[in-house]
C-alpha cells in the first residue's frame, strides 16, 4: 500500500463506534462501566502499526528534535521553519526515504506544527472561519463553523499526544494540569480561550475546548451587517458607554458577550485609564492606557491562589476610570458592584445568564456567595443602583448571534427591582435555515437620557421609536 494511502487512513474518517458494548449486558454494572471506561479511555491508546505512517512521522521527528539546537529561538518562527526544512530534508536524503511531492510536504506540515504549533489543531485554528475547537479524546474532534458544530475528520496519535499538547498551552502560563487538578482555564498566545480537562475527571480521555477570537476583531460596521445589532441600538449604546453608565452584557455560552463587550469597550474614550480583570485574558481593548489583570489558581502545595475578587478590590487602589471585568461568576459580584456605587462609573462586566430578568437574580445570588449576610433589600438596592443597562444576547437556531433585549433598570417598587426594555427582539420568521427578524425600540424614553445628555450627547428621539415626541 502506497504512503499516501496510509495518510489518507491515518487522517481520514474517524473510526466507526464499536459495537461491542451491546456484549457487556450479562455482566452486570461494574462490567458495563468498566468495559465503557475501556473503551472510552484505553482504546485510543493503542499503539501505532510498526511501519504505518505515524510511524515514520514519529521517527522522523524524533530525529529532527534530536539535532534541532535546543537554544534556538521558537519565537523566530521563520529562522526556524527554515532550519526545520533543511534538517528535514537531510534526514530524508539520509535515511532514503522517498516521497512524493505532496506527501513530503504533508510531512513536513505536520512536523513542523508539533514543534512550532499545537499538532493537528494547528489548520483548525489557522482556518479563519472555524470559531471554536472541541477535542473529546484524541480520535474525536468537532469545531464550530457559523455558529453549527462538526466533526472533523482530524485525530491525535494517542491521549498522550493529546497531553503533551494540553502541557504545551498551559506551561508557558504557569498553569498546571494533573489528577490533583484535572482541569484548567488558559490562553493561546493571540487569545484565544482555552479549557482542558483530563481523567479520572473526563472519562473519555484528554479534553480541550478552544475558543477562537479573530485576529482582526470584528468591526462595528460587521457587527450591524451580521444582524447582531441595529444601528439606532448600537448608537445607543455607544452613548451609554461614552456617558459612563453602568453595564452588563448577558447571554448563554457561546452567545457573543466577549466579543460584544471587545465592540463597546473601543467606544471608551482615549485618555481615559481602563483597568480589565480576567480568568484568561482575552480581551482585545485598542486603547493605549490600558491595564490587564489575570487570576491565578493555586499551585501544587494548594497556594497563591489570586482571585477575580481580590483583583477587583485591588483595582480600586490603582486610580482606575472604568473597570472592566471579563466574566462575573461568583463573589466578586458584590466587590464589583460596590465600585459601580463607589465612583467607578462606566464600568462593564459579563455574566452567563438566561435573560435580564435572571441576570438581576444571578446577581443576588453571587452577591450573597459573599458572606456578608446582608439583607436581600440591601442587595437589590446595591443591584438597581449600580446597574444602569443589561444587554442580552443570544445564539439563535440557526448559529447567529443577536442582541435580543436591551432593558434598563429603573430603580426599586417595594423590594422589586423594577426594569424597562428600551430595545427587544421581534422574531418575524424562520427562512431557509435563517432567523429572520429585528431588535425594535419599545417606544419608550430611557431614564438614562438625562446622564447622557448631561454629557453633551443628544440622540434623536426617533431611535426609541417615539418620533419627535418625548415622554
Same mark, same amino acid.
Given at each position: 500500500?502506497?504512503?499516501?494511502?496510509?495518510? $489518507? +487512513?491515518?487522517?481520514?474518517?474517524?473510526? $466507526?463506534?464499536?459495537?461491542?458494548?451491546? +456484549?457487556?449486558?450479562?455482566?452486570?454494572?461494574? =462490567? *458495563?462501566?468498566?468495559?465503557?471506561?475501556?473503551?472510552?479511555?484505553?482504546?485510543?491508546?493503542?499503539?501505532?502499526?510498526?511501519?504505518?505512517?505515524?510511524?515514520?512521522?514519529? #521517527?522522523?521527528?524524533?530525529?529532527?528534535?534530536?539535532?534541532?539546537?535546543?537554544?534556538?529561538?521558537?519565537?523566530?518562527?521563520?529562522?526556524?521553519?527554515?532550519?526545520?526544512?533543511?534538517?528535514?530534508?537531510?534526514?530524508?536524503?539520509?535515511?532514503?526515504?522517498?516521497?512524493? *511531492?505532496?506527501?513530503?510536504?504533508?510531512?513536513?506540515?505536520? !512536523?513542523?506544527?508539533?514543534?512550532?504549533?499545537?499538532?493537528?489543531?494547528?489548520?483548525?485554528?489557522?482556518?479563519?472561519?472555524?470559531?471554536?475547537?472541541?477535542?473529546?479524546?484524541?480520535?474525536?474532534?468537532?469545531?464550530?463553523?457559523?455558529?453549527?458544530?462538526?466533526?472533523?475528520?482530524?485525530?491525535?496519535?494517542?491521549?498522550?499526544?493529546?497531553?503533551?499538547?494540553?502541557? #504545551?498551552?498551559?506551561?508557558?502560563?504557569?498553569?498546571?494540569?494533573?489528577?490533583?487538578?484535572?482541569?484548567?482555564?488558559?490562553?493561546?498566545?493571540?487569545? =484565544?480561550?482555552?479549557?482542558?480537562?483530563?481523567?479520572?475527571? =473526563?472519562?473519555?480521555?484528554?479534553?480541550?475546548?478552544? *475558543?477562537?477570537?479573530?485576529?482582526?476583531?470584528?468591526?462595528?460596521?460587521?457587527?450591524?451587517?451580521?444582524?447582531?445589532?441595529?444601528?439606532?441600538?448600537?448608537?445607543?449604546?455607544?452613548?451609554?458607554?461614552?456617558?459612563?453608565?453602568? !453595564?452588563?452584557?448577558?447571554?448563554?455560552?457561546?452567545?457573543?458577550?466577549?466579543?460584544?463587550?471587545?465592540?463597546?469597550?473601543?467606544?471608551?474614550?482615549?485618555?481615559?485609564?481602563?483597568?480589565?480583570?480576567?480568568?484568561?485574558?482575552?480581551?482585545?481593548?485598542?486603547?493605549?492606557?490600558?491595564?490587564?489583570?489575570?487570576? *491565578?489558581?493555586?499551585?501544587?502545595?494548594?497556594?497563591?491562589?489570586?482571585?477575580? #475578587?481580590?483583583?477587583? !478590590?485591588?483595582?480600586?487602589?490603582?486610580?482606575?476610570?472604568?473597570?472592566?471585568?471579563?466574566?462575573?461568576?461568583?463573589?466578586?459580584?458584590?466587590?464589583?458592584?460596590?465600585?459601580?456605587?463607589?465612583?467607578?462609573?462606566?464600568?462593564?462586566?459579563?455574566?452567563?445568564?438566561?435573560?435580564?430578568?435572571?441576570? !438581576?437574580?444571578?446577581?443576588?445570588?453571587?452577591?450573597?456567595?459573599?458572606?456578608?449576610?446582608?439583607?436581600? #433589600?440591601?442587595?437589590?438596592?446595591?443591584?438597581?443602583?449600580?446597574?444602569?443597562?443589561?444587554?442580552?444576547?443570544?445564539?439563535?437556531?440557526?448559529?447567529?448571534?443577536?442582541?435580543?433585549?436591551?432593558? $434598563?433598570?429603573?430603580?426599586?417598587?417595594?423590594?422589586?427591582?423594577?426594569?424597562?426594555?428600551?430595545?427587544?427582539?421581534?422574531?418575524?420568521?424562520?427562512?431557509?435555515?435563517?432567523?429572520?427578524?429585528?431588535?425594535?425600540?419599545?417606544?419608550?424614553?430611557?431614564?438614562?437620557?438625562?446622564?447622557?445628555?448631561?454629557?453633551?450627547?443628544?440622540?434623536?428621539?426617533?431611535?426609541?421609536?417615539?418620533?419627535?415626541?418625548?415622554?
Amino acid at each position: 500500500m502506497s504512503l499516501l494511502k496510509r495518510i $489518507e +487512513q491515518g487522517q481520514g474518517k474517524p473510526p $466507526e463506534p464499536s459495537s461491542g458494548m451491546s +456484549q457487556q449486558n450479562s455482566g452486570g454494572d461494574a =462490567s *458495563r462501566l468498566s468495559s465503557l471506561q475501556a473503551r472510552r479511555v484505553s482504546a485510543p491508546n493503542a499503539a501505532p502499526q510498526p511501519g504505518s505512517y505515524y510511524d515514520l512521522k514519529t #521517527r522522523v521527528q524524533n530525529r529532527l528534535l534530536a539535532e534541532l539546537d535546543p537554544s534556538i529561538d521558537v519565537t523566530k518562527t521563520d529562522d526556524v521553519r527554515k532550519t526545520i526544512q533543511d534538517l528535514f530534508e537531510q534526514i530524508l536524503s539520509e535515511e532514503n526515504i522517498v516521497l512524493s *511531492r505532496p506527501e513530503r510536504a504533508r510531512l513536513f506540515e505536520q !512536523i513542523s506544527a508539533e514543534i512550532l504549533g499545537l499538532g493537528p489543531l494547528q489548520p483548525l485554528l489557522e482556518d479563519e472561519t472555524v470559531t471554536e475547537v472541541m477535542v473529546n479524546g484524541a480520535k474525536n474532534i468537532y469545531i464550530e463553523r457559523k455558529g453549527k458544530i462538526h466533526r472533523v475528520p482530524v485525530t491525535f496519535e494517542s491521549n498522550d499526544h493529546v497531553m503533551r499538547i494540553i502541557d #504545551r498551552i498551559v506551561a508557558p502560563l504557569g498553569r498546571r494540569i494533573d489528577e490533583s487538578s484535572p482541569y484548567v482555564d488558559a490562553r493561546l498566545a493571540d487569545g =484565544s480561550r482555552v479549557n482542558a480537562v483530563i481523567p479520572p475527571v =473526563s472519562l473519555v480521555g484528554p479534553t480541550l475546548t478552544i *475558543r477562537k477570537f479573530f485576529k482582526i476583531p470584528l468591526t462595528i460596521e460587521q457587527l450591524v451587517q451580521f444582524g447582531t445589532l441595529t444601528p439606532e441600538a448600537l448608537q445607543f449604546l455607544k452613548a451609554c458607554v461614552e456617558a459612563r453608565l453602568n !453595564i452588563v452584557i448577558s447571554g448563554g455560552t457561546g452567545s457573543g458577550k466577549t466579543t460584544l463587550l471587545n465592540i463597546l469597550s473601543s467606544f471608551i474614550p482615549g485618555d481615559e485609564r481602563i483597568i480589565t480583570i480576567e480568568n484568561a485574558a482575552e480581551l482585545q481593548l485598542r486603547q493605549e492606557h490600558v491595564v490587564t489583570l489575570e487570576s *491565578r489558581p493555586p499551585n501544587i502545595e494548594g497556594r497563591g491562589e489570586i482571585t477575580i #475578587r481580590q483583583l477587583v !478590590i485591588n483595582t480600586l487602589r490603582m486610580r482606575p476610570d472604568r473597570i472592566i471585568v471579563g466574566e462575573i461568576r461568583d463573589d466578586a459580584a458584590l466587590d464589583m458592584l460596590q465600585a459601580m456605587n463607589t465612583g467607578h462609573e462606566g464600568s462593564m462586566t459579563t455574566l452567563h445568564s438566561n435573560s435580564p430578568r435572571d441576570t !438581576i437574580m444571578r446577581l443576588e445570588t453571587m452577591t450573597m456567595m459573599a458572606g456578608m449576610e446582608l439583607p436581600v #433589600r440591601a442587595i437589590r438596592e446595591q443591584v438597581s443602583s449600580a446597574i444602569d443597562m443589561i444587554v442580552h444576547e443570544e445564539r439563535m437556531r440557526d448559529g447567529s448571534r443577536k442582541v435580543v433585549n436591551i432593558a $434598563e433598570i429603573s430603580g426599586m417598587e417595594g423590594d422589586v427591582i423594577t426594569m424597562t426594555d428600551i430595545f427587544t427582539f421581534e422574531q418575524t420568521g424562520y427562512e431557509n435555515g435563517k432567523v429572520i427578524g429585528r431588535l425594535r425600540p419599545t417606544g419608550l424614553r430611557p431614564k438614562g437620557m438625562e446622564k447622557i445628555e448631561a454629557a453633551g450627547l443628544h440622540l434623536p428621539p426617533s431611535i426609541f421609536g417615539v418620533g419627535s415626541r418625548q415622554r
